[in-house]
């Protein structure tokens, strides 16, 4: 499935920012309108998303990328990457976050242009919310 990326920049240091992204239970306060139920685990945490419970693990965090797996599905077949990007422009820094999907089975691959519309829309809300809610401080 093609990656779904959005884009934003937020008035903060990049340091300012990192320092959000990379705790996955901060997440929650930017995700919540469609992740939910964030449960720290041993190796990241645990959200139910619309398709059920899924694993999110951070594999690689340095202030110019953030690199988490995940896993969904039955029996945790869907593999996902998310990844963060910080690029320092001018005292803000510009935030992209690039959602990489591999598909499940057939039915995922069928759904993806819906998949990727239904991502898009709500990763690009989740950096919006994040923005709000780092500016404001």
Do not use: C
């Not at 619309?50 to 029996?75: A, K, Q």
């Not at 976050?97 to 519309?117: K, M, Q, V």
């Amino acid at each position: 499935m093609k990656p779904v990326t959005v884009t934003t920049t937020i008035a903060r240091p990049r340091e300012d920012v990192y320092a959000v992204l990379e705790d996955l239970m901060n997440h929650e306060a930017f995700t919540d309108h469609f992740l939910t139920e964030y449960q720290r685990t041993d190796t990241g945490v645990r959200v139910k998303g619309s398709g059920g419970w899924m694993e999110i693990t951070p594999v690689e965090s340095t202030l110019d990328r953030i690199v988490e797996h995940g896993r969904s599905g039955r029996n945790g077949r869907r593999h996902t990457k998310g990844i963060y990007t910080l690029e320092p422009r001018n005292g803000s820094t510009v935030v992209s976050f690039t959602n990489e999907i591999e598909p499940a089975g057939l039915g995922d691959r069928l759904a993806a242009p819906l998949i990727r519309s239904y991502l898009r829309k709500q990763n690009g809300l989740a950096l919006e919310r994040l923005k709000e809610q780092l500016e404001a401080r």
